[in-house]
């Protein structure tokens, strides 16, 4: 074979290794100037709809008793005996102290004997112008004795309205050395014990009663809320029952919820100079004696219902280092925004929104980290009361 034959066999599989090589470093560079698109970020959402939403304001109260009463005694005397025990409920009108009625009883005695000898007087006198009468006409008596005798008879009847009221107040007086309770309710420690000597204008009482059912709790609200409330009332945003009485109801001290809800019965129309706030008063029943005048409660008043509420959930809503409320929406495309919202009050679970969002907006409640603003999405449907399901702690087998 020729050499030059020979050199050009050997140069053909070195050109065809040489390109293959250069054709592979092109595939590479390829590969890395252009890599694979990551696929969309799944999200879950949920759809914003409007529905009636019972709006609440938590508020600061003191438990006060419904009724109290003071009571001192009318008469003078010494007390003989105590009626009740201390603590024990009373009803109206049930005996508390008996104070030694003697002297007043021969009071009342001798106001009736001068009510006796007032009427016998007052019978003798009509006796007299009775018989006078006739006798005027016969000219046996003058008309100067008859009209004596007449004066005689009015004055002794004014005498006998006199003495009759005499013993009335003799009666009076003898019924109040028996002290009873003006008001039911519950008794709280006595001042006195049998034997002790009691006047009827003294400064100290006897016992004090305290009604306890029902019972008065008073909240404190800023003046700028119960302002704000009123202007809801009045545009419509907030709509409340035809007898605009609010329910409230009562968490105590422990943190448990008292089982019965109150009425909102008044506010008062004087603002605090102080604190700039107004006296809520609402009226509970207390059938077991639960609350005790002086407690600290948390009252939850429901002002009114908002007709048009978009809730949006918790899990949804975060802030900005400037404190501004954000949620990220998904729209039809499903391509991702962030929107600046108002988040005005918490319920439940949710945040109500009154501006950003509205109607038919989804809401990222899951996989926000993975969402980027005019990304792609994958979406998956829920619901609150889903979100809500799977929050709560499951349950433990026995």
């Known amino acids: 074979m020729l050499p030059s034959q020979h050199r050009r066999r050997l140069a053909a599989p070195a050109s065809a290794l040489v390109l293959a090589l250069l054709a592979a470093g092109c595939k590479e560079q390829q590969s890395q100037a252009a890599p694979a698109a990551p696929p969309p970020a799944a999200v879950t959402v949920v759809t914003l709809r409007q529905q009636p939403v019972p709006i609440t304001i938590e508020l600061p109260g003191r438990t006060a008793a419904y009724r109290t009463a003071e009571v001192r005694p009318q008469v003078g005397g010494v007390v003989r005996e105590r009626l009740f025990a201390e603590g024990q409920d009373v009803q109206a009108g049930q005996p508390l102290y008996q104070i030694d009625p003697a002297q007043l009883q021969a009071s009342l005695d001798s106001a009736e004997a001068s009510l006796q000898r007032n009427e016998a007087t007052a019978a003798s006198a009509e006796i007299t112008v009775n018989r006078y009468r006739p006798l005027v006409r016969a000219r046996a008596v003058s008309q100067q004795d008859l009209d004596n005798a007449e004066a005689s008879l009015r004055q002794a009847q004014a005498d006998v309205a006199l003495a009759r009221a005499a013993v009335q107040s003799a009666r009076i007086n003898l019924d109040f050395t028996r002290v009873t309770s003006p008001i039911p309710g519950r008794t709280g420690r006595s001042s006195v014990t049998p034997g002790a000597l009691v006047t009827a204008d003294q400064a100290n009482a006897l016992v004090t009663i305290t009604q306890l059912d029902p019972i008065y709790v008073d909240m404190t609200q800023p003046s700028s809320r119960l302002l704000r ?43 605090d100079p102080g604190t700039g706030s107004v006296t809520l008063r609402a009226v509970f029943p207390n059938p077991q004696g639960l609350l005790m005048p002086g407690m600290f409660v948390r009252a939850r008043v429901e002002e009114g219902v908002t007709d048009r509420a978009l809730l949006v959930p918790q899990q949804a809503v975060t802030r900005t280092p400037r404190g501004e409320a954000t949620t990220m929406v998904v729209d039809a495309e499903n391509k991702v925004s962030a929107r600046i919202i108002q988040a005005e009050r918490a319920v439940g679970t949710t945040w109500l929104v009154t501006a950003g969002l509205q109607a038919g907006d989804r809401v990222i409640v899951e996989g926000v980290q993975r969402a980027r603003p005019g990304a792609t999405v994958t979406v998956t449907e829920t619901t609150q009361a889903a979100l809500d399901q799977r929050g709560r702690p499951a349950a433990v087998g026995g």
């Open 229 to 271: 409330l009123r202007r809801d009332v009045a545009s419509g945003a907030l709509r409340r029952d035809d007898a605009g009485a609010a329910v409230v109801k009562l968490v105590l001290e422990d943190g448990s919820e008292y089982a019965a809800p109150g009425q909102l019965q008044f506010s008062e129309v004087i603002v």
